[in-house]
């Protein structure tokens, strides 16, 4: 078994890996929808009326609110939608 799959079994571990692989696909997914209309980070927070470094700060995978996502998202014409799974 590999190292991390055996780490992955520490409750607490697993936690944080999980929150850390949550943060990272938002990261991931912003960066996509604002590439994809062509905008930078500074346009887009421009758009959404926030500062260019919270654009920056998630889109490398920092703690944001679900309010702040929300008006990135409705500045790209998206919706935030939250999910349990």
């Known amino acids: 078994m590999s190292?991390?799959?055996?780490?992955l079994e520490n409750p607490e571990?697993?936690?944080g890996f999980e929150e850390e692989t949550s943060k990272l696909?938002?990261?991931a997914a912003l960066m996509s929808?604002?590439?994809a209309q062509g905008l930078t980070q500074r346009e887009l927070a421009e758009r959404a009326g926030v500062?260019?470094?919270t654009i920056a700060r998630i889109e490398r995978g920092d703690n944001t609110?679900?309010?702040t996502l929300s008006r990135i998202a409705f500045a790209l014409g998206k919706?935030?939608?939250v999910q349990f799974t």
Do not use: C, I, M
């Open 13 to 15: 571990f697993r936690e």
């Open 79 to 81: 919706k935030l939608k």
């Open 3 to 7: 190292s991390y799959k055996k780490q």
């Open 65 to 67: 609110s679900k309010e």
């Open 33 to 35: 929808a604002r590439e």
């Open 51 to 53: 500062p260019q470094s």
């Open 25 to 27: 696909d938002s990261a």
